[in-house]
C-alpha cells in the first residue's frame, strides 16, 4: 500500500477551539457542507439498537433510496459515502485514474493508497482515457455541474467513471443516477449532508449490478448500522420534508451571498449547502470570523478562497452577519 498525502477536511471544530477558545457549544460550524438544521430524528425501535442490522430493515431502505434518487439502478447502502471513495479502488486492478479538481482530496488519496497512478486534471475533457475516471458533481467546493448528457458520453471513453453526487440533493434535476445501471458507470449519493445527519454514517453506490455485488461484499454483511437503516428509510421517504428544505436552502444561500458581497467577499461559486468566496486573504478572513466563533473553511491549495456552509436558525444568522460586520 502506497502512502498517501495528509488528508485536510473542514468538520473538526476541535482545531477551532484549540486556536481560538471557547466550547463546541460557543460555536457556529460552517466549515461542512452538512445541514445545519437536520432532519427530526424519528424513534428508533430498541430492537435496530442490540440485534443485527436485519435483511428485511436494507431492503426498506433500499426501496426508500430508489424512490429518493428516482433509479432502477442496483444500488447498496454504506457507511456513507466515504466508504465508497475508500473501496471503489479495491474493485479493479491498478491503473491510470483521472480527478476532475481541485474536489474533495479522500478520491485521489483513496485510489493512491491502493497503488493508481492518479492524475487530477482541470477540465472534464482531460478524463477520456483514463481507466478509472471521478467527479464530483455538483463540485465541492466550487459548485461547478456537469450535464448528463455529457456525463454519459464521458462514461463511454473511460474503464469505469464515478460521479460523486454527495451535494445533488437540492438540485435533482443534475443527477445521473437513473442512468447509474447503464454502462460503466458508478454514481455516489450521501445521506448525512442534506439531511443533516452527518454522525448516522450513511450513503449509497448505485451502478452496474456486478460493481455493486462487489461493492456490497467488500463492504461486509452489516455495512449500515441497525438505527441508520432505520432513519433513512424515513427520512428518505419524507418528500414533504425535503421540498421544504430544498426551497429554505435556496434562499439561505441567497442570503449568505448578500452578507459576504456587503463584505467585500465575491462569489466564486457553491450549491445550496455550501458557498465558496473570493476574500482576497482566506487565512485573515477565517480569522476575523473565527474571533466571533465561526468557523469556516480554508484551502491549503488557494490563498484567496473561503467556503461557508449555510446558518440556520435566527440566532445563528445573527451571529454570522455580526461576525461579518465585526470584519469590515
Excluded at 486534471?121 to 456537469?146: I, Q, T, Y
Aim: charged letters at 20%; glycine letters at 10%; one cysteine or more.
Amino acid at each position: 500500500m502506497q502512502s498517501s498525502a495528509p488528508r485536510d477536511h473542514g468538520g473538526d471544530i476541535g482545531v477551532a477551539i484549540a486556536r481560538f477558545g471557547g466550547t463546541e457549544q460557543d460555536w457556529i460550524d460552517l466549515s461542512t457542507g452538512i445541514n445545519q438544521q437536520p432532519y427530526p430524528l424519528p424513534p428508533v425501535p430498541p430492537a435496530a439498537w442490540h440485534r443485527l442490522p436485519t435483511r428485511g430493515a436494507k431492503d426498506q431502505l433500499v426501496a426508500a433510496a430508489r424512490v429518493a434518487y428516482a433509479s432502477e439502478a442496483p444500488l447498496v447502502p454504506l457507511a456513507g459515502a466515504q466508504a465508497a471513495i475508500q473501496l471503489i479502488p479495491r474493485l479493479r486492478p491498478a491503473g491510470k485514474a483521472a480527478v476532475l479538481g481541485p474536489t474533495y482530496n479522500e478520491h485521489a488519496a483513496a485510489l493512491r493508497s491502493q497503488g493508481w497512478q492518479v492524475h487530477e486534471v482541470s477540465r472534464l475533457e482531460a478524463l477520456r482515457g483514463a481507466d478509472l475516471a471521478v467527479l464530483v458533481n455538483p463540485n465541492n467546493p466550487d459548485g461547478c455541474v456537469h450535464s448528463q448528457h455529457d456525463l454519459a458520453a464521458l462514461s463511454r471513453e473511460v474503464g469505469l467513471l464515478v460521479v460523486d453526487e454527495s451535494f445533488a440533493d437540492p438540485t435533482p434535476a443534475l443527477s445521473i443516477a437513473p442512468q447509474a445501471g447503464d454502462g460503466p458507470l458508478v454514481v455516489l449519493r450521501s445521506f448525512g449532508k442534506f439531511y443533516g445527519l452527518a454522525g448516522v454514517r450513511l450513503g449509497f453506490a448505485l451502478g452496474p449490478a456486478d460493481l455493486i455485488r462487489d461493492l456490497g461484499e467488500l463492504a461486509g454483511p452489516w455495512a449500515v448500522s441497525g438505527p441508520a437503516l432505520t432513519v433513512g428509510a424515513i427520512a428518505l421517504r419524507d418528500a414533504a420534508w425535503t421540498a421544504a428544505t430544498r426551497t429554505r436552502l435556496a434562499a439561505d444561500a441567497e442570503r449568505l451571498d448578500s452578507l459576504a458581497t456587503h463584505a467585500r467577499w465575491k462569489l466564486v461559486g457553491g450549491t445550496p449547502l455550501f458557498r465558496l468566496y473570493d476574500a482576497e486573504d482566506a487565512i485573515a478572513a477565517q480569522e476575523r470570523l473565527a474571533k466571533r466563533h465561526v468557523w469556516s473553511r480554508v484551502f491549503p491549495w488557494s490563498p484567496r478562497l473561503v467556503r461557508l456552509g449555510i446558518p440556520a436558525g435566527d440566532a445563528h444568522w445573527q451571529r454570522v452577519q455580526q461576525a461579518f460586520r465585526a470584519g469590515n
